[in-house]
């Protein structure tokens, strides 16, 4: 096995990775490649159920989100915990992505499309922007934060971006074989989709589907991919 990190996924809270990029996780992970995980949020403000204290859910979904990536055979995550619904566009959040980016030196990156139209919940639109600063220029300059030199980091090339949830996809990853193991993954995040009920999976299968008009294959997830200059 090639010991190089070939994707990582910068998921603004557990559960949204599993919904933009599972299939394609799975589908790597298949062809041994190594996916990291990063969940930059500790999701401690979703849900209804009153009688959940914050830190309680936080530690549920910390659990749920591990299941999930062993189902999918995800290397390592990694759990930055900032408080759900509080990123912000700023010099730490910044500098952690920079260092998980030149630690693991992935060939590609995957987000959330920051540029989503209308109502996008601003723990995306701010994970998706942070993390393209991050990638380019910031984990590329040596100049960037010199601390992460100093903890023995060197500059990386970021090769690919992907984003999920885009209004323009132009990149398009065939899960027609993982969709189920997907779907495995979802069910491990009990606390936000209970069992994924029917008209869940038949919602998904469908925009799936759309995803992979006029491909050969069935059923895809969909990106915008940013190739980055050599
Ligand atoms: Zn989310």
């Given at each position: ?162 984003f999920w949830g885009s209004d323009e996809p132009n990149f398009r990853q065939d899960i027609t ?54």
């Amino acid at each position: 096995m090639d010991d190089g990190v070939y994707l990582m996924v910068i998921s603004p809270h557990p559960d949204d990775c599993e919904f933009g990029v599972a299939g394609t996780v799975a589908r790597l992970t298949r062809e041994v490649k190594n996916v990291v995980y990063v969940i930059c949020t500790n999701g401690n403000k979703g849900t209804s159920d009153r009688s959940l204290t914050p830190e309680k859910l936080a530690e549920i979904r910390e659990r749920e989100q591990l299941d999930a990536a062993k189902v999918l055979g995800v290397k390592e995550t990694i759990f930055l915990k900032y408080p759900d619904q509080e990123l912000e566009d700023c010099h730490h959040f910044r500098r952690d992505l920079v260092r998980v980016i030149r630690k693991y030196k992935p060939f590609a990156v995957a987000t959330t499309d920051p540029y989503r139209k209308y109502m996008w919940h601003r723990d995306h639109r701010i994970t998706g922007i942070v993390a393209a600063d991050a990638v380019f220029p910031c984990a590329r300059d040596h100049l960037a934060y010199p601390e992460l030199l100093e903890e023995g980091l060197e500059p990386h090339k970021v090769r690919e971006m992907w984003f999920w949830g885009s209004d323009e996809p132009n990149f398009r990853q065939d899960i027609t074989d993982t969709f189920d193991i997907k779907l495995q993954a979802l069910r491990c995040h009990k606390s936000q989709v209970g069992d994924v009920p029917p008209e869940m999976v038949n919602r998904m299968k469908g925009f799936a589907k759309m995803n992979a008009r006029g491909e050969k294959f069935e059923l895809a997830e969909a990106f915008h991919c940013v190739e980055m200059r050599r």
